[in-house]
T-cell receptor
């Protein structure tokens, strides 16, 4: 069964619009970690954030914010006032003990920000 | 401290040829992982080394892929013979070993983009 679901395949917005990327995860572990990564056109994987299952506080970092809700098994990511440089594929990932902490990635959401 | 490095950054080969990708983990990291993203799909786990031993190779797609980590330092991933569907970005990650069942943060390399023509 898929452990991480990113239902949105592609999102296209105009610059300065907000973008929210959905991520739903599945695990039976009580201790787990959630991540967001960005893969720009150049191909490298850029780490954005890690949250552990015991910390449900939302986080804001500049134009990025994350909403972690254990009740709905979701870890959504919002880009505020998007810029062209935000165009990339964004991956949500899960790391849990039952999977020996190897990362399980979602299918990714391609974000295109148009000028 | 140097991060995870991968070589080459980009490789273009023809179908049927052999390619070897290399990953140098962060010094002192016993865990080494290979992942790959084929075009348009999710990033998938390939295998996990603990030092020189293969801990988990459940993600290796077929026997055309051979991973080694001699001496528990750098690792190579050989594809022989390469097929068109092998095109994608191959990522390597490493982490420290804090004991069985403990979380170890993985640090990713820049990836190798493989194009099979």
């Amino acid at each position: 069964a898929q452990k991480v679901t990113q239902a949105q395949t592609e999102i296209s917005v105009v610059e300065k619009e907000d973008v929210t990327l959905d991520c739903v995860y599945e695990t039976r572990d009580t201790t787990y970690y959630l991540f967001w990564y960005k893969q720009p056109p150049s191909g490298e994987l850029v780490f954005l954030i890690r949250r552990n299952s015991f910390d449900e506080q939302n986080e804001i970092s500049g134009r990025y914010s994350w909403n972690f809700q254990k009740s709905t098994s979701s870890f959504n990511f919002t880009i505020t006032a998007s810029q062209v440089v935000d165009s990339a594929v964004y991956f949500c990932a899960l790391s849990d003990r039952s999977n020996d902490y190897k990362l399980s990635f979602g299918a990714g959401t391609t974000v295109t920000v148009r000028a | 401290e140097a991060g995870v490095t991968q070589f080459p950054s980009h490789s273009v080969i023809e179908k049927g040829q052999t390619v070897t990708l290399r990953c140098d983990p962060i010094s002192g990291h016993d865990n080494l992982y290979w992942y790959r993203r084929v075009m348009g799909k999710e990033i998938k786990f390939l295998l996990h080394f603990v030092k020189e031993s293969k801990q988990d190779e459940s993600g290796m797609p077929n026997n055309r892929f051979l991973a080694e980590r001699t001496g528990g330092t750098y690792s190579t991933l050989k594809v022989q013979p390469a097929e068109l569907e092998d095109s994608g970005v191959y990522f390597c990650a490493s982490s420290q070993d804090r004991g069985l069942g403990s979380y170890n943060e993985q640090f990713f390399g820049p990836g190798t983009r493989l194009t099979v023509l």
